[in-house]
RNA sequence: GCGAAAGUGGCGGAAUUGGCAGACGCGCUGGCCUUAGGAGCCAGUGGGCUUAGCCCGUGGGGGUUCGAGUCCCCCCUUUCGCACCA
């Protein structure tokens, strides 16, 4: 038996593994194909824990899926594209391709005591030429298939900088960086029409993604059903509106624009201008988060102007307020202050008319007695032809009302049925240098027209200065601006680059073949490959990324894209089906491992004590804990915080319970204010790992401290891989140990017979190990899978010691169990497998096959309950069947203390399934 | 504010279809061993009690059920997303 020094064979594999090409994937049509796919990483210059913690897992499960038999794509790369290059370029004056490059080869660099089997020559980059150069041309083809344009949109502009600014590089209404102040501007920018698959977008059939995911990308798309109606205003003009309730149109009673509505100018008068124009540059200056929170007292103007309601043919007011986004819909609405509880605070305010067409379950509704909206079911009156019409809760046409509504705006040509989405087309312009440009030009009469294909890529100018205000080089770049249109006229070449999800959108068919300079894939690839079979990463990209990039494909399905991998295909007699709808099938989200501050606030709080409790009036945060406290004080660090209840650690290390009284006064030197009792820290804050914080984890610490596969094993044992939590190198200690005995095990061969019995006992373990294991990696439950494996560990360890074990029976297990480890602990699994006398690799060996019969037990505890509560065990066959249960049961010490004379009421049999013993439940 | 998710020992976390709550690990307690360590081995470890046993216990309150961590209703707390961060 040797030490467990991972130390000295680590490197060795990894070379050995890169030298012979162990983890090259090739097409092989004889093989099922499994793409496994992590979300790419930002170059940001160090490999983190966060990202072991995202890769780990995923290649233990590429890994899996290898051994069982499929042919696996594991590639990865870089979304090298981003702000903080051009921020590195403006702060410390490094360009950003020098950044981006040199971040991304120390991060290659890095990834290798990962140990993982991505495929290094799949790898793509997007910032490359090579790479961005398909980005452009996808915009050609969206441009061309009519699913980009030019339109409006706002941005947060600085006027003093003369820049646009990213939504997190503007705090409060200001710059973050300079403090200068930002304010909503609407820019002329290039959008794609993702509304047009709003639709398509909401279906997730045989698709395995989290609920989550699709719940959040649902809302996102935010799908109404409702009408269009037009508001006529005197003269010529009329205002559209989106409503979701047309039901209710007799009962508008005003009209509210938002401020930076088309019309507002127009239908502003004279006497009204300057309060508007007044009203237009503060809703500016706010975020349109802050303008939708719906605790946020209503404001808004009066423009002068009147519109008239279709239906009852009134002149109605037209106002502007900032709580109508201009975004969504038609930036205008018609308000039904009785009916929508916006409109009403809105209409008591500015003291507008309330007008019921509802009635409530009293009856007909008094306006003046209403105190808040009216948003029930009832019978529609005031409402001209659909008066008495029933108004049910459901939405659309379903309800009776709004059917009605939408018949009647139809046949008199004011309205028509609509559907409104939440859901804006993509805003692809970024007002930054490092991005992939945009490949088209301006001419000299102002038209756009696009860079034809084979003069892509629009290469990003290397010779640029950046400016300390952030905006973008390339408009101070005079070679780069002149270009030249396709009628040989001047041009000017557009400065705004792509947003950096148009990398993320498509990367995935770029790693298929990232050489290939004939299409943005190779088709004979993609025909094998495709789609994504498991796509994991972070749930923070539920509906951004994984939105565009599920309409990315789609687009791409629609301009004929796949055609010629579905042909490739069909040759192969594999039926493309339905299989470029969506890019991946199933999705899975890690959670994030986070920081933890292992200290709590040392407070004093002063009070009555009743019992042993102390009711605090007062609390406040000291420096140290004395050795002793005064009566009705108790001074220690807060352990634990529940609502008002305060766990204080005592002088003596006991735990002592304060109830903060809820007037109690509480002093936080560190925090200015009124402090509250929410304010108070407890033990192991935990929170993201920041250098600021210095709760930065190292990952090559680890690595040199216990080796890689300890800190695989940990990322994936110590964690629900789904919600992530806190980094705890002492619960890295447990993991170390046990590989520490696997080592030991396999290292060391019994010397004894054994006992058949025993070794019989060990196998059946074995069997329900590897099932455990084999769900446990299927169902992304890496840490049960690991559990699995220390249990085994227990079992075999003790049975080792009593020497039950023969040569044989141990032979027997180390081959089993060494595969078992390959997935979670490469390094250490390849140095045993070889140490046992196997082939090269045990990463290219099969996974054991699971064998119900050699798991299965011959005896069973029937777990006897009376009245639901545990009262007595006893041993039965496996097979136990409900009359020997129940008279075996009830003839139980337990069950008998609780039968009376009358017997049991009722016995509930529950017969044994996998993994769960039998019971029997007597109710008495 | 809107939307989504989550809440289980001192800690990280298990619990498959409504069926023994706390697997596995950390920590802790006791013992052993030793070339004394950031070591190893053995045993114990949800809380409580009048301890052959019993009672309580999955954020709080109510409900459904023979049986609820799991399902339903109300409440509290926390985390995440909210369109130019990736």
Redesign the pocket.
Same mark, same amino acid.
Do not use: C
């Given at each position: 038996m040797s030490e467990y020094r991972p130390a000295e064979f680590e490197e060795k594999w990894r070379e050995r593994w890169e030298r012979e090409g162990v983890y090259r994937s090739k097409v092989d049509w004889e093989r099922p194909k499994h793409y496994a796919l992590t979300m790419l990483p930002?170059p940001s210059g160090d490999l983190h824990l966060g990202h072991w913690f995202a890769m780990v897992p995923s290649d233990a499960r590429a890994r899996f899926k290898r051994m069982k038999g499929f042919n696996v794509l594991f590639p990865m790369g870089f979304?090298a594209?981003?702000?903080?290059a051009e921020n590195a370029a403006i702060q410390r004056g490094i360009h950003p391709w020098k950044w981006t490059y040199e971040n991304i080869e120390n991060m290659r660099r890095q990834f290798r005591s990962m140990g993982a089997m991505f495929d290094w020559e799949r790898e793509a980059v997007s910032c490359t030429p090579e790479f961005y150069r398909w980005t452009e041309w996808f915009f050609n083809r969206f441009l061309e298939g009519g699913l980009a344009y030019r339109g409006e949109a706002l941005?947060?502009w600085s006027e003093s900088l003369q820049t646009?600014?990213?939504?997190?590089?503007v705090i409060d209404g200001k710059d973050e960086r300079t403090g200068q102040p930002v304010v909503q501007k609407l820019?002329s920018?290039w959008f794609f029409r993702i509304t047009q698959y709003a639709d398509e977008l909401l279906e997730f059939d045989e698709m395995d993604w989290p609920?989550?995911i699709r719940?959040?990308q649902t809302?996102?798309i935010?799908r109404s059903e409702g009408a269009r109606v037009a508001f006529t205003i005197e003269g010529e003009t009329s205002i559209e509106v989106f409503t979701t309730r047309p039901d209710t149109l007799w009962g508008a009673t005003f009209m509210v624009l938002a401020p930076e509505h088309d019309l507002v100018d127009q239908l502003t008068s004279e006497d009204q201008r300057e309060q508007i124009a007044e009203y237009v540059a503060a809703a500016a200056k706010a975020s349109?988060?802050e303008r939708?929170?719906?605790?946020r007292e209503k404001t808004g103007v009066f423009t002068g102007s009147y519109a008239q309601n279709p239906a009852s043919g009134e002149k109605i007011p037209i106002w502007i307020a900032d709580y109508v986004m201009v975004g969504y819909g038609t930036g205008a609405i018609m308000a039904v202050p009785a009916h929508d509880q916006r409109d009403f605070e809105f209409a008591r305010k500015f003291d507008l008319e309330v007008r019921p067409v509802i009635t409530s379950p009293e009856g007909v509704v008094d306006a003046a007695a209403m105190t808040e909206a009216y948003v029930g079911a009832g019978a529609m009156f005031n409402s001209g032809p659909i008066d008495g019409t029933r108004c049910t809760d459901s939405k659309g046409r379903s309800n009776p009302a709004i059917a009605a509504a939408i018949e009647w705006l139809e046949d008199h040509e004011v309205g028509r049925e609509a559907i409104n989405y939440?859901?804006?087309d993509w805003?692809i312009?970024?007002?930054?240098y490092w991005g992939c440009p945009i490949p088209v030009v301006r001419r000299a009469d102002g038209e756009y027209e696009t860079v034809p294909d084979d003069s892509l890529p629009v290469e990003l100018p290397q010779d640029v200065e950046f400016m300390p205000t952030g905006r973008s080089p390339l408009k101070s770049n005079s070679d780069f601006m002149a270009a030249v249109a396709k009628d040989g006229g001047p041009a000017e070449r557009e400065t705004d680059t792509m947003?950096?999800?148009m990398c993320?959108s498509w990367y995935q068919y770029r790693y298929l073949s990232p050489g290939y300079d004939g299409a943005p894939f190779d088709p004979e690839e993609a025909a094998y490959w495709l789609p994504v079979d498991t796509y994991t990463g972070g749930?923070?990209?539920?509906?951004?990324h994984l939105l565009y990039t599920r309409f990315f494909t789609k687009a791409m399905r629609d301009l004929g894209m796949f055609e010629d991998a579905a042909t490739v295909m069909r040759q192969r007699g594999r039926d493309p089906g339905r299989i470029f709808d969506e890019p991946m099938v199933v999705l899975r989200n890690q959670g994030q491992v986070l920081g933890g501050e292992r200290s709590g606030d040392v407070v004093r709080a002063t009070g009555s004590t009743v019992g042993n409790v102390l009711h605090a009036d007062r609390v406040e945060v000291v420096g140290d804990a004395p050795a002793s406290c005064e009566p009705d004080e108790m001074v220690g660090e807060i352990m634990?915080r529940?609502?008002n209840i305060l766990t204080l650690t005592a002088p003596d290390g006991g735990l002592m319970t304060v109830e903060v009284e809820p007037d109690a006064s509480i002093d936080i030197p560190g925090i200015d204010g009124v402090n509250s009792v929410?304010q108070l820290r407890h033990h192991?804050e935990v929170q993201?790992m920041s250098k600021s914080k210095g709760n930065v984890v190292n990952p090559d610490v680890w690595v040199d401290?216990h080796g890689a596969d300890v800190l695989r094993a940990y990322l994936m044992? @110590?964690?629900?891989w789904a919600?992530?939590?806190?980094f +705890?190198?002492? @619960?890295m200690?447990?993991?170390a140990?046990?590989l520490q +005995?696997v080592w030991a095990i396999g290292t060391t061969p019994p010397t004894g017979p054994g006992d058949p019995e025993q070794e019989a006992m060990i196998e059946r373990r074995l069997h329900q190990t590897i099932e455990q294991v084999e769900r446990g990696l299927e169902e992304f439950?890496f840490?049960?899978a690991?559990?699995a494996l220390?249990?085994f560990r227990?079992d075999l360890?003790?049975a080792l010691?009593e020497d039950h074990l023969g040569d044989d029976a141990w032979r027997a297990t180390m081959d089993v169990m060494v595969r078992l480890l390959g997935p979670f602990a490469p390094h250490t699994a390849e140095e045993l497998w070889e140490r046992l006398g196997g082939d090269f690799s045990v990463h290219a060996q099969e996974w054991p096959a699971y064998d119900p019969e050699k798991a299965a037990e011959d005896t069973v505890?029937l777990?006897v309950?009376v009245?639901?509560?545990?009262?007595d065990?006893v041993d039965v066959a496996a097979d136990v069947g409900q009359d020997e249960a129940r008279t075996l049961g009830l003839a139980t010490e337990?069950a008998r203390?609780y039968i009376g004379d009358s017997g049991p009421r009722?016995v509930?049999f529950?017969p044994a399934?996998?993994?769960?013993?039998p019971?029997l439940?007597i109710?008495v």
């Open positions: 930002y979304d594209f981003g702000l903080p941005v947060n646009v600014l990213a939504n997190e590089q820019m920018q609920e989550a719940k959040a809302n996102w935010g349109e988060i939708s929170a719906e605790d939440r859901l804006r805003l312009s970024r007002q930054r947003d950096t999800f993320s749930a923070e990209h539920a509906t951004m634990r529940t609502e929410g192991l993201r401290r044992f @110590g964690f629900d919600k992530g939590g806190p +705890d190198s002492g @619960g200690q447990g993991v140990r046990w +005995d439950s840490n049960t690991i559990a220390m249990a227990n360890r003790a010691r505890t777990v309950l009245n639901g509560k545990v009262r065990r337990g203390r009722k509930i529950i399934r996998k993994g769960q013993e019971k439940n109710v």
